[in-house]
């Protein structure tokens, strides 16, 4: 087990509360009209409804979540689908290089697809036991832990395979796109 000093990042503090930070409200889920998709650059485009969603295979991860605004919440529990699992469904072609994630309420951001097929980066619908509660990201939330959490979207609806990367909705107002804590790579 690493040492908690160690997990934490320069001008970072722990909290054990769970703070609450999104753009706009946060949106109502009808888990049967509901969907997930994956397109752009791929040789098999997906629709998948929720429940679709829950039975792909499963993984449990346990990480820490860094906010560009100073805090770190340890030893978080999420479960859902590993981003590798989504990877191989959609077979995307040679030239896709980076994936547009696109969430409830025009908000967006961008990964290079390298850093998402990391083993830690997953779409989560369950944290600590519990179904994702909606102020968190529920149903369906990205969890790239090695980035401040403006990268792992809440309310995650589509993933759009492409060869450039486009700035997302943080990305455009001056934040760093590629958003390591450790580096304190806050802002553009």
Request: hydrophobic residues 35%.
């Amino acid at each position: 087990m690493i040492e908690e000093k160690h997990r934490i990042p320069p001008n970072q503090r722990v909290t054990s509360k769970f703070p609450v930070l999104h753009v706009g409200p946060i949106p109502k889920f009808d888990s049967e009209k509901w969907d997930f998709r994956v397109k752009g650059l791929v040789k098999t485009p997906v629709r998948l409804t929720y429940e679709e969603v829950l039975n792909l295979p499963k993984t449990v991860s346990v990480s820490d979540f860094h906010c560009v605004t100073g805090w770190s919440k340890l030893d978080n529990k999420w479960e859902g689908v590993v981003f590798q699992t989504v990877f191989e469904l959609v077979k995307p072609l040679k030239n896709a290089k980076y994936v547009m994630v696109e969430a409830e309420g025009d908000y967006t951001t961008s990964l290079p697809l390298a850093e998402l097929l990391d083993n830690d980066a997953l779409l989560a619908y369950r944290l600590n036991g519990k179904l994702l509660e909606p102020r968190h990201g529920g149903p369906l939330r990205l969890v790239v832990p090695k980035k401040y959490a403006y990268k792992s979207a809440k309310w995650v609806r589509k993933l759009r395979f492409t060869a450039k990367q486009e700035l997302g909705y943080w990305e455009k107002r001056g934040y760093s796109n590629t958003a390591d804590p450790w580096k304190e790579q806050r802002y553009a």
